[in-house]
């Protein structure tokens, strides 16, 4: 029988393609989405993953402390179905990223942070 190992790149998966949907991590059933991708075959270890950065909150904006709550809910959601968490703490880009304005809301990528951990993490 064929296995498989599911690794979601959370930061990723909500803003290309949760969000563009008008989806909701908390909204959104990330083990029926498993499911769905192992189909016949069977969960390989180390299993399910999900990589994310997390949310650190800012002295004393509501934004960021709800973001971390929401974020909580997510992990024990994630973690009571038997999932993985790996979380690394999000980076903000120091290289130069040449893009110009034919690229859709090109500023708003350039500030965001950057996690890894998916790329270089070993078992």
């Given amino acids: 029988m064929d296995k498989v190992q599911i690794f979601i790149d ?5 803003n290309l393609a949760l969000k563009r949907i008008g ?23 180390p299993g399910k993953r999900f990589y994310i950065g997390t949310v650190r909150e800012r002295g004393g904006n509501h934004e960021t402390t709800k973001a971390m709550s929401n974020q909580t809910y997510l992990f024990n959601t994630l973690e009571s179905y038997g999932w993985t968490i790996k979380t690394s703490k999000l ?16 500023q708003n990528i350039l500030a965001k942070g950057i996690d890894v951990k ?5 078992n």
């Fill in 10 to 14: 959370g930061g990723n998966f909500y």
């Fill in 23 to 45: 989806c909701h991590d908390s909204d959104f059933n990330y083990d029926e989405f498993a499911k769905f991708l192992i189909g016949v075959r069977e969960l390989a270890y």
């Fill in 91 to 106: 980076r903000t880009r120091t290289e130069t990223v040449k893009v110009d304005d034919r690229f859709k809301d090109y």
């Fill in 118 to 122: 998916l790329a270089t993490e070993r």
